[in-house]
């Protein structure tokens, strides 16, 4: 088999942690495995850079230069990829590590968020011929140009999936300090267990509780690739949560998972005139701002007049209110709330069972919980509750669908 | 002007000292300048990861993998070239940063200790003629293949002399956390006098005492390009050393300074036999196993037999008493010394001077010091003495010849 192995920078951060690491690496090789090894920078190193560059800003240069900053950026995982050869190499295993260029990774020209555009494996390919393990540094990649770039946000994972896609990897192991995905978050609910397999639009929608252990993005990479993800513990020896298509699952649960979304507030706009096109405008406006808009629910009108909830994350809620200004004159209210929580229920055998939505309804109701708006999709359905609530309200549905057993 | 700078791990250490970099770099540019400049990485960083990567050996595996070192080694420089890359710009000054591969510097593949090989100038004058202040890694350079390589100790030094001679820029600066090149060391006598003009065969005499500010790898480098070298201080605006060809220097005193060698021993063979040839197959077992010989003194043979006195460094008198046993059926007695000091006066002067010699011994008599050894070049007369006489011997020679006027 040909194996993607990443490891993240909890579990690279001291020697002893890349020993851990290599013994790994040698456990997949030693099984008659190909491997090609992604690692991040050591925890913190990257932040402490960052935190540097960011000294020699000031009002009239707010950001330092992002170029640049992406040769600071690579610098960590320049030290962590050789050091793991090293590490390799010390216990007698043919090593060899590759920068992000090296290992052929082309991405475009948005320095510190570049998009991966294309991997040559020929490099890579004639190493592990050669019986070679291959480490890459993780979350770099270079223009065509051989400008250094970086990927943004849990760039490693996205490394490691794109180069399993591109290598055609039987498997993508990605290690990080937690066992794998869980029916729900075990801090909610310690009752949750942890999921052996789940398909990519699950995990896509379960994100709120991934992204703790990967970020949409690379969830959907591996989807478009067709990449069988694996999230495992680089610290324990459990099986970790198998990530892929729905096919190859083949007992599948009507539930998989319940999720909670506590980033979220609600807008509600009061009394909007009720015309056509009105609701497309105003959500047009949030969009040209990047404002990512989530749930929204429009009241039937009534005398000329509806009301329009919807929620957006918290953090956007000062930008969206300037934005609505302009709308002003069509509503009589503008009200937000950031007190809230959105509850979901994810499940791919929704699509094929009746009843879903009807027995979480009465979980709520049995719980005394008041649902403010519903969102329902082919395999997920979202509450948007108080926040207060929250809690409780996990641990009803997790029950109520015998995630726990 | 075409003016390189280059800029030591103490200099670009916090952020505060890579502002005041920032600043000279910015001063040399606002005089009309085209300026390069060259970093070290930050103090200490190097040899932190060093030791991080040396975690992995053992007794089967002493050595980290050369490859990856060079890797390892060449992060620190990647980020000191970006920060000060993104202090300038934050200044309002165009600044762009290059690795020593960007850069055009070719090297062999001999990695952790390689040779520059070519310097590609294209691009650096393109962006000098652009207007860029351009910032160069030190220290690190690529093969052809791409592989990144360094240089070896005192390489930011030979990246900057390397990179003023291929741009044919009018001088290269080397700021450290001294002011210059001394008459001798002013911990042993403190009337010592900075040298404003020295010869680039002067300075390579003065080696024991330079090395502090240059290593000599440096200078012969430009001396071959004809690079007008500076040694200045990155923290004071005094004007530094100017180390040059000997026709630049208007006045050139007899004697230029005082140069002090406490890492030699003296190898004594007794009573060997006076057969021709003997002394050079001696000499050719040592240099064989890379045994530095300095000085060498035989006594006119008697009875067929002779004494030779030589000096080693230090370090190196156990390997050199094990090569001479091979030769014990032809000696009598073999002694080591390693209470002893080297002194030497450097000066172009004295090639066309005479009683320079006189002088000195002189001198030595005067204080009571006996010279054991004796050798003499066109530009130095070396002296070995007792250990314990050395700096009465330094302060009597630096006032002979009257360098503190």
């Known amino acids: 088999m040909l194996i993607v192995q990443k490891y993240g920078g909890t579990s690279v951060g001291t020697c002893e942690r890349i020993e851990n690491v290599a013994q790994r690496v ?13 690692v991040s920078a050591m925890s913190g190193e990257t932040d402490k850079l960052v935190q540097f560059s960011q000294n020699f800003c000031h009002s009239s240069y707010p950001l330092p230069n992002p170029r640049e900053c992406d040769v600071i950026l690579s610098s960590g995982e320049q030290v962590t990829r050789a050091l793991l050869a090293i590490a390799l190499e010390s216990k007698g295993y043919k090593a060899i590590s590759l920068s992000g260029q090296e290992a052929g990774i082309v991405t475009d020209f948005m320095h510190t968020k570049a ?76 009752k ?82 009720d015309e056509p096109g009105i609701a497309a405008k ?59 929580a959105k509850v979901s229920i994810v499940g791919v055998g929704m699509k094929s069972h009746s009843g879903v939505a009807s027995l979480c309804f009465k979980a709520m109701a049995q719980e005394n919980i008041n649902i403010m708006m519903i969102g329902t999709s082919e395999i997920k359905i979202s509450m948007i509750i108080e926040d207060r609530h929250a809690q409780k309200a996990v641990r009803a549905l997790h029950a109520t669908y015998q995630l726990d057993q």
Do not use: W
Not at 26 to 37: H, L, S, T, Y
Not at 134 to 153: K, P
Not at 232 to 240: A, L, Q, T, V
């Open 192 to 273: 949750a267990k942890k999921i052996d397999r789940i398909s990519y639009e699950e995990m896509l929608e379960l994100a709120s509780m991934g992204a703790k252990v990967l970020l949409n993005r690379s969830v959907e990479m591996a989807k478009k690739l067709n990449v069988n993800l694996i999230t495992r513990n680089s610290f324990s020896e459990n099986e970790g949560t198998l990530i892929t298509r729905e096919e190859n699952i083949m007992e599948q649960p009507i539930v998989s998972g319940i999720a909670l979304d506590k980033n979220q507030a609600r807008i509600s706009i009061i009394d909007l005139n």
């Open 26 to 38: 040698i456990n997949a090789k030693e099984q008659g495995n190909q491997v090609v090894v992604v």
């Open 282 to 340: 105003i959500f047009e406006s949030l969009s040209k701002v990047s404002i990512n808009v989530d749930m929204i629910v429009q009241t039937i009108g009534r005398d000329g007049k509806t009301d329009l909830d919807f929620t957006i994350p918290k953090t956007e809620v000062t930008q969206a209110q300037q934005v609505l200004q302009d709308f002003s004159h069509l509503f009589e209210k503008l009200e937000y709330d950031c007190n809230i």
């Open 115 to 190: 998009r991966i555009e294309k991997i040559h494996t020929q490099k890579i390919c004639t190493l592990l011929e050669q019986n070679y393990i291959v480490i890459v540094a993780g979350f770099q990649g270079a223009t065509l140009q051989g400008e250094i770039t970086t990927l943004g946000r849990g760039g490693s994972d996205l490394s490691a999936v794109a180069l399993a896609g591109a290598l055609r990897a039987d498997k993508c192991e990605i290690y990080t300090d937690v066992d794998g995905v869980y029916t729900t978050d075990p801090r909610i609910e310690p």
